[in-house]
């Protein structure tokens, strides 16, 4: 199968920074673009980046010139360097990849993490 394991989150004040991780393993032909989405409780699971397999990103309005998003291919790791954190920000982060698996068959599907918390209190 695949796993898409996430660290790096935590506590951190307004202004302050966090990098979040997220490593895919398992049976991995291809894995195309790599994201992170958020969720606070109630609310829908929001997108917050995305960066193709070519490294072209893009971002939600919301943290545009905030948070970097990266990959490292030769890894199967995708980070988010989230800067000048704001109370908003505070959810759930989950690592979502869109991967090509052979398991049985050969088969293309989401996969995402267990998530990780992110807290910015004042």
């Known amino acids: 199968q695949v796993q898409l394991v996430e660290s790096g989150g935590g506590l951190v004040q307004p202004g302050g920074s966090l990098r979040l991780s997220c490593a895919a393993s398992?049976?991995?032909?291809?894995?195309?673009?790599m994201g992170w989405y958020r969720q606070t409780p109630g609310k829908q699971r929001e997108w917050v980046a995305r960066v193709t397999s070519g490294g072209m990103t893009n971002y939600a309005d919301s943290v545009k010139g905030r948070f970097t998003i990266s990959r490292d291919n030769a890894k199967n790791t995708v980070s988010l360097q989230m800067n000048s954190l704001k109370p908003e920000d505070t959810a759930v982060y989950y690592c979502?990849?869109?991967?090509?698996?052979?398991?049985?068959?050969?088969?293309?599907?989401?996969?995402w993490g267990q998530g990780t918390q992110v807290t910015v209190y004042s």
């Open positions: 398992g049976s991995i032909l291809i894995i195309f673009s």
């Open positions: 979502n990849a869109d991967i090509l698996v052979r398991i049985t068959t050969v088969t293309r599907a989401d996969y």
